[in-house]
T-cell receptor
């Protein structure tokens, strides 16, 4: 059964630093991996989707990588800002799924200190 | 942009009440989902629907039912609310039809924080 793990559960860094959030999954048979952002008390916003055939995706200061063979993905945030403070969740869509269901990690709560 | 609208941001109900949570999406998405989110447990899928009047149980369907009478609207029903159903409820939708690419992100509403007293 697919499991998704995000470590650490929380991270606090000074403004301006580059940082990496980690996501690991146990079964490499996936359609895609997605990264989401959640602000306190709000819903989720899709940040990046990496297809299983891709190695990385970029959007502005965000770069997500995917290594299926090792079951790992990273979300790289460059030049962090206080506005990046949020919880970041990763999720995978299993290859056998036909209903677009996702398997979710528990998230990493990121705090950027001014 | 896709808009997923949940009818209430905050809701307070009493034990035993029948509670309706409504979700509407404006992009003609085929699949819709209801999750609950609790500290330390992450997102858990309650029910999903892949078409009008079609529904499938997720991981934690007990105590809940759903209704999808129109493509744009997916309702979550707590038949007899209990205190352990106090949670954040999130609705999501995704395009899955023949014209869609196979890789589509889910789009979420802002959530409903439900308290059962």
């Amino acid at each position: 059964k697919q499991e998704v793990t995000q470590i650490p559960a929380a991270l606090s860094v000074p403004e301006g630093e580059n940082l990496v959030l980690n996501c690991s999954f146990t079964d490499s048979a996936i359609y895609n991996l997605q990264w989401f952002r959640q602000d306190p008390g709000k819903g989720l916003t899709s940040l990046l989707l990496i297809q299983s055939s891709q190695r990385e995706q970029t959007s502005g200061r965000l770069n997500a990588s995917l290594d299926k063979s090792s079951g790992r993905s990273t979300l790289y945030i460059a030049a962090s800002q206080p506005g990046d403070s949020a919880t970041y969740l990763c999720a995978v869509r299993p290859l056998e799924d036909s209903n677009y269901q996702l398997i979710w990690g528990a998230g990493t709560k990121l705090i950027i200190k001014p | 942009d896709v808009k997923v609208t949940q009818s209430s941001r905050y809701l307070v109900k009493r034990t035993g009440e029948k509670v309706f949570l409504e979700c509407v999406q404006d992009m003609d998405h085929e699949n819709m989902f209801w999750y609950r989110q609790d500290p330390g447990l992450g997102l858990r899928l309650i029910y999903f629907s892949y078409d009008v009047k079609m529904k499938e149980k997720g991981d934690i369907p007990e105590g809940y039912s759903v209704s999808r009478e129109k493509k744009e609207r997916f309702s979550l029903i707590l038949e007899s609310a209990s205190t352990n159903q106090t949670s954040m409820y999130l609705c999501a939708s995704v395009r899955t039809g023949r014209m869609a690419r196979s890789n589509q992100p889910q789009h979420f509403g802002d959530g409903t924080r439900l308290s059962i007293l």
